[in-house]
Nanobody
Framework: QVQLVESGGGLVQPGGSLRLSCAAS????????MGWYRQAPGKQRDLVAS???????EYVDFAKGRFTISRDNTKNTMYLQMNSLKPEDTAAYYC?????????????WGQGTQVTVSS
């Protein structure tokens, strides 16, 4: 089991940057896959980027070239650096972690952090 807590959201102007953090309650090296998702009002929750325990990163198209996902195992924290933000990036951003055990695969979610891009 793991608790995930996001932080770093806020209000930013178009073209600005934010860095989101996701702090885990356990050594994140034991978390097989971590990712960032986002959900705008009235829309489904979509994947933004993911990073495996081995450090393999994947991005969806809208995040490529603007967002960078990373993880610091020494701090048990995952990050999402977001640059060149656009109004359409406005959403609640959620951290997700997947742990695979002999008992199965389990997903854990944080409570979300709001990102608002507006002038």
């Amino acid at each position: 089991q793991v608790q995930l807590v996001e932080s770093g959201g806020g209000l930013v102007q178009p073209g600005g940057s934010l860095r989101l953090s996701c702090a885990a309650s356990r050594n994140i090296f034991t978390i097989n896959l971590m990712g960032w998702y986002r959900q705008a009002p009235g829309k489904q929750r979509d994947l933004v980027a993911s990073i495996s325990r081995g450090g393999r990163m994947e991005y969806v198209d809208f995040a490529k070239g603007r967002f960078t996902i990373s993880r610091d195992n020494t701090k048990n924290t995952m990050y999402l650096q977001m640059n060149s933000l656009k109004p359409e990036d406005t959403a609640a951003y959620y951290c997700m972690g997947t742990i695979i055990t002999e008992g199965g695969e389990f997903e854990y979610w944080g409570q979300g952090t709001q990102v608002t891009v507006s002038s």
